[in-house]
T-cell receptor, first 113, second 114 residues
Framework: DVKVTQSSRYLVKRTGEKVFLECVQD?????MFWYRQDPGLGLRLIYF???????EKGDIPEGYSVSREKKERFSLILESASTNQTSMYLC????????????FGPGTRLTVT | DAKTTQPPSMDCAEGRAANLPCNHS???????VYWYRQIHSQGPQYIIH???NNETNEMASLIITEDRKSSTLILPHATLRDTAVYYC???????????????FGKGTKLSVIP
């Protein structure tokens, strides 16, 4: 079974803190993705990566950065957390190629106070 | 990517077939139809996808109309564990980094009733 794991299920941070969300996949997938999910807005893509050290902006990259130093690991960084970044964050991975399904992690519910 | 329209909610009796419709009237010839679901407090889960022909796997069947403007996901024998939000996604089949994005709408909340 494909496994996508995320470092925390729940996280509480203060405004202005630097936040790291980690995602690891064990299926040697080339592509990795970070989404956020908010009530009434569905899932929105923040960033994705199609190879080590490669990244592309999604729909809502502002306030976020990413890092992919190893194929299996994709990190989402909030340089200075703000209350409007309180959300559910979902990581996903897939094989190279448009037709492959994306496998999602369990999500991290981040609260910024 | 083409826009999809799904009913916001549906009920289904346990053990019966659940038929979830999706309208994608502006779909173009190179766009696939994907279905994912999200059980409460979990990440989305891939179910099935197709281009023109009907598809079946161990989870579900996908019926796509001949004009490709709509499709139906069928869960043949719904169980309580199938209660979830089901998302129909239409996605262009092209190469390149920008083609991998999935755009999730609001989906259909399926409630399986005992």
């Amino acid at each position: 079974d494909v496994k996508v794991t995320q470092s925390s299920r729940y996280l509480v941070k203060r405004t202005g803190e630097k936040v790291f969300l980690e995602c690891v996949q064990d299926m040697d997938h080339e592509n990795m993705f970070w989404y956020r999910q908010d009530p009434g807005l569905g899932l929105r893509l923040i960033y994705f990566s199609y190879d080590v050290k490669m990244k592309e902006k999604g729909d809502i990259p502002e306030g976020y950065s990413v890092s992919r130093e190893k194929k299996e690991r994709f990190s989402l960084i909030l340089e200075s957390a703000s209350t409007n970044q309180t959300s559910m964050y979902l990581c996903a991975s897939s094989f190279e190629g448009f037709s492959y399904e994306q496998y999602f992690g369990p999500g991290t519910r981040l609260t910024v106070t | 990517d083409a826009k999809t329209t799904q009913p916001p909610s549906m009920d289904c009796a346990e053990g019966r077939a659940a038929n979830l419709p999706c309208n994608h009237s502006t779909i173009s010839g190179n766009e696939y139809v994907y279905w994912y679901r999200q059980i409460h407090s979990q990440g989305p889960q891939y179910i099935i996808h197709g281009l023109k022909n009907n598809e079946t796997n161990e989870m579900a069947s996908l019926i796509i109309t001949e004009d490709r403007k709509s499709s139906t996901l069928i869960l043949p024998h719904a169980t309580l564990r199938d209660t979830a939000v089901y998302y129909c996604i239409v996605r262009v089949a092209s190469s390149g980094a920008g083609s991998y994005q999935l755009t999730f709408g609001k989906g259909t909340k399926l409630s399986v009733i005992p």
